[in-house]
C-alpha cells in the first residue's frame, strides 16, 4: 500500500514537472476545451501544476527562427521573369503566444519542437511568395535590375507588416534574386563592353596627355634653340651693358664702344 502510493506521488510530481513552462517559451493555457474562442486561451508562466479534463499546456519558442521557404519564380510588368531564393529570420511577439495557438491551433501545435514549422509551411512561407510575385510587379525588368535594393525593401516593408499581424516580427530577409540565363549572359556582355570601352577611354586619355607632353617639351627644346634669334640677342645684349662694370659709350644707338674698366 505504502509502495503504491509513493508511486501516485511521484507521478503527481512527474505530471506537475511536466506542466512548466520552459525558459524563453511562452506558455498558453486553454480550458474548456476552447469551447468559448479566444477566451478560453491565456498566457501564463512557471508551473500549471496538474492540467484537468478540458485543459492543456502549450508552448511558443520566443527565440529566433530561421526559415527558408523554396524557390519563387516570379514575373515583371513586363514579363521579365526572375527566379527569387529568400531566406528569413524571425520571432514570436513576446505577449501574444495566446493569439498565435488560438488562430494556428489547426496546423499542429502540440509538439513545441515542430510549432513554427507548421507555422511557416501553412501560413508564413505563402506571405512571403505572395509578396514577392506581387511587389514585382511595380518594376520593369530593367528596373528591377538596377533597382535592386528598392525592390527589396519594398518586399521587406510589406512583409513586416504581414508577419506583425500574423503575430511575428520579420528580423532579416535576403532575397537571392536571380535573372534567367539569357538575361545573365547579356548583362555579363553588357559589363564587359563597358570596361572595355573604359580601358579605351583611358589608353585614350593617356595617349592624348602623353602628345600634349611631347608638345611641351617640343616647344621648350625650340625656344631654347632659338637663343641666337635677333630679340634673344637684343635682350642678351642689354642686359650685358646693364651689368658691367666698363665705361660703355653709345655711338649710333647701336654699336657701342667699350672702353677699359675705370
Same mark, same amino acid.
Given at each position: 500500500m505504502k #509502495? %503504491? *502510493? &509513493? *508511486?501516485? $506521488?511521484l507521478s503527481v510530481v512527474a505530471l506537475?514537472?511536466?506542466n512548466r513552462v520552459q525558459p524563453n517559451y511562452e506558455g498558453v493555457l486553454m480550458k474548456n476545451y476552447g469551447r468559448e474562442g479566444r477566451g478560453d486561451f491565456s498566457v501564463v508562466t512557471g508551473s500549471q501544476g496538474l492540467l484537468g479534463p478540458g485543459t492543456e499546456l502549450y508552448q511558443v519558442p520566443m527565440f529566433e527562427q530561421k526559415a527558408d521557404p523554396t524557390e519563387v519564380v516570379i514575373t515583371a510588368k513586363d514579363a521579365g521573369v526572375f527566379t527569387v531564393d529568400p531566406s528569413l529570420t524571425y520571432q514570436a511577439i513576446r505577449g501574444k503566444g495566446a493569439d498565435i495557438i488560438f488562430n494556428y491551433k489547426h496546423v499542429g501545435i502540440d509538439d513545441a519542437n515542430t510549432i513554427m514549422d507548421n507555422i511557416e509551411s501553412a501560413v508564413l512561407n505563402a506571405? @512571403? @511568395? #505572395?509578396?514577392y510575385r506581387e511587389e514585382a510587379r511595380n518594376f520593369s525588368t530593367d528596373s528591377l535590375m538596377n533597382n535592386l535594393n528598392n525592390f527589396e525593401q519594398s518586399v521587406e516593408m510589406r512583409l513586416k507588416k504581414d508577419f506583425e499581424n500574423k503575430f511575428f516580427? *520579420?528580423?532579416? *530577409? %535576403?532575397s537571392g534574386l536571380k535573372p534567367p540565363a539569357s538575361m545573365a549572359e547579356?548583362?555579363?556582355r553588357r559589363n564587359n563592353a563597358k570596361q572595355q570601352a573604359e580601358q579605351v577611354r583611358n589608353e585614350l586619355e593617356v595617349a592624348r596627355m602623353n602628345l600634349e607632353k611631347a608638345k611641351i617639351e617640343a616647344e621648350a627644346n625650340r625656344v631654347k634653340a632659338s637663343g641666337l634669334e635677333p630679340r634673344v640677342l637684343q635682350e642678351q645684349w642689354i642686359e650685358a651693358i646693364r651689368t %658691367?662694370? #666698363? &665705361? @660703355?659709350?653709345? %655711338?649710333?644707338g647701336r654699336t657701342p $664702344? $667699350?672702353?677699359?674698366q675705370q
Amino acid at each position: 500500500m505504502k #509502495n %503504491t *502510493l &509513493k *508511486l501516485m $506521488i511521484l507521478s503527481v510530481v512527474a505530471l506537475s514537472a511536466c506542466n512548466r513552462v520552459q525558459p524563453n517559451y511562452e506558455g498558453v493555457l486553454m480550458k474548456n476545451y476552447g469551447r468559448e474562442g479566444r477566451g478560453d486561451f491565456s498566457v501564463v508562466t512557471g508551473s500549471q501544476g496538474l492540467l484537468g479534463p478540458g485543459t492543456e499546456l502549450y508552448q511558443v519558442p520566443m527565440f529566433e527562427q530561421k526559415a527558408d521557404p523554396t524557390e519563387v519564380v516570379i514575373t515583371a510588368k513586363d514579363a521579365g521573369v526572375f527566379t527569387v531564393d529568400p531566406s528569413l529570420t524571425y520571432q514570436a511577439i513576446r505577449g501574444k503566444g495566446a493569439d498565435i495557438i488560438f488562430n494556428y491551433k489547426h496546423v499542429g501545435i502540440d509538439d513545441a519542437n515542430t510549432i513554427m514549422d507548421n507555422i511557416e509551411s501553412a501560413v508564413l512561407n505563402a506571405l @512571403v @511568395v #505572395n509578396a514577392y510575385r506581387e511587389e514585382a510587379r511595380n518594376f520593369s525588368t530593367d528596373s528591377l535590375m538596377n533597382n535592386l535594393n528598392n525592390f527589396e525593401q519594398s518586399v521587406e516593408m510589406r512583409l513586416k507588416k504581414d508577419f506583425e499581424n500574423k503575430f511575428f516580427t *520579420l528580423t532579416a *530577409l %535576403t532575397s537571392g534574386l536571380k535573372p534567367p540565363a539569357s538575361m545573365a549572359e547579356a548583362i555579363e556582355r553588357r559589363n564587359n563592353a563597358k570596361q572595355q570601352a573604359e580601358q579605351v577611354r583611358n589608353e585614350l586619355e593617356v595617349a592624348r596627355m602623353n602628345l600634349e607632353k611631347a608638345k611641351i617639351e617640343a616647344e621648350a627644346n625650340r625656344v631654347k634653340a632659338s637663343g641666337l634669334e635677333p630679340r634673344v640677342l637684343q635682350e642678351q645684349w642689354i642686359e650685358a651693358i646693364r651689368t %658691367t662694370q #666698363n &665705361k @660703355v659709350i653709345i %655711338t649710333d644707338g647701336r654699336t657701342p $664702344i $667699350i672702353l677699359g674698366q675705370q
